[in-house]
């Protein structure tokens, strides 16, 4: 029931990414990472998207190996639920089962780091491996089989492994500025922006920083955002998803018609933190990488950096064309 590429070598252009199929050479069924129907709203097509390699491919590129089942019947399900979501607002997307959005979003996450699994890392040296090796791709097995509850009813208990924020976000006049992708590849962090709604989810953390932070974070969801506002948002949160000291433990039980999944304990029997302490230098760093802005402006001093989201110790509010 469960494709296990480790006892099944199945990768690579011939296969179906998420259940291993053979594939017809001349098929047409391949899985676009990033949906189509947000590359046709947002412009992204002829877009390039920067790869692990720093190299760039276009979006419509982006698109790995598929069987004509998975693309258009399991994955093409959860697609239509999301995009109808998007369209009406964080509401709508909060109401959608976790599950859903957990294999949404980790199918882009995974899907991209396959997508460079197939490309050389020196495209002009044909016997260079890839950019993301088969070793690199291998640690996100568990993850791997997780989204196979996209065609295989799975029962995680007590919950979805992740840990999934919604935000309402302002939607800039000018539409090509309206979506933007960051992740933290494999510390399995993912967060998107579109239009109206921002996404961002730790795919694999067990829930923790839900737990942790997520009185803190509900702050931010009482507004909406402006881009910028997210990418700080998005800063916290993979710098809290980097804190974080334990790698959570799940057994996985195949039964006849169904996967059962348990998270074990986070914390085990260890009574120590479950994440590091804040260091500001190394907030500093993601809040540079997500903003796009230099660390010298972000962290101008050993104990300062800049932020969007307060002023004077409360919520700024900013218009949506506000420049950052």
């Known amino acids: 029931m469960l494709f296990k590429p480790d006892e099944q070598p199945q990768f690579g252009r011939e296969f179906c990414f998420l259940c291993g199929v053979a594939l017809a050479p001349d098929r047409d069924s391949d899985e676009h990472v990033i949906p189509k129907w947000i590359q046709e ?34 994955l093409g399900a959860i697609e239509l639920q999301v995009q109808k979501a998007c369209n009406a ?33 020196n495209r002009r040296a044909g ?11 291998e640690q996100l097995r568990l993850h ?7 065609r295989i009813p799975f029962d995680f208990q007590p919950h979805v492994p992740a840990s999934i924020f919604v935000y309402k976000t302002m939607e800039p006049t000018n539409r090509k500025m309206g979506f933007d992708y960051w992740d933290l590849p494999f510390g ?55 804190r ?35 260091q500001m230098e190394g907030y500093a760093r993601a809040l540079a990488h997500c903003s796009r802005f230099p660390l010298e402006m972000i962290h101008p001093e050993p104990d ?10 409360k919520l700024r509010r900013m218009r949506r064309d506000d420049p950052a």
Request: charged share 20%; hydrophobic share 45%; net charge positive.
């Open 127 to 137: 016997e260079e491996g890839p950019i993301v090796s088969a070793e690199l791709l």
């Open 244 to 278: 974080l000291n334990r790698v959570p433990k799940f057994m996985l039980i195949e039964g006849k018609d169904r996967v059962h999944v348990v998270l074990a304990p986070l914390g085990g029997l260890s009574g120590k933190p479950l994440f590091d302490e804040w």
């Open 144 to 150: 791997h089989q997780f989204l196979q509850a996209a």
């Open 41 to 74: 709203r947002y412009d992204l097509w002829d877009q390039k998207l920067t790869l692990l390699n720093r190299t760039t491919i276009p979006y419509r590129q982006l698109k790995i190996p598929c069987c004509t089942v998975c693309n258009s019947k399991h």
């Open 89 to 121: 607002g964080r509401e709508a997307v909060l109401a959608l089962p976790p599950l859903t959005l957990f294999i949404w979003a980790g199918k882009i996450l995974y899907g991209l780091l396959y997508r460079e699994h197939l490309l050389r890392a």
């Open 304 to 313: 300062e950096v800049i932020s969007w989201l307060h002023r004077g110790g």
């Open 188 to 242: 399995l962090g993912l967060s998107i922006r579109v239009g109206k709604v921002g996404i961002i989810a730790c795919l694999q953390d067990g829930g923790a920083v839900e737990h942790g932070f997520g009185r803190h974070y509900k702050k931010y969801q009482k507004i909406a955002l402006h881009w910028v506002q997210f990418a700080e948002v998005t800063a916290r949160t993979f710098y809290d998803l980097s």
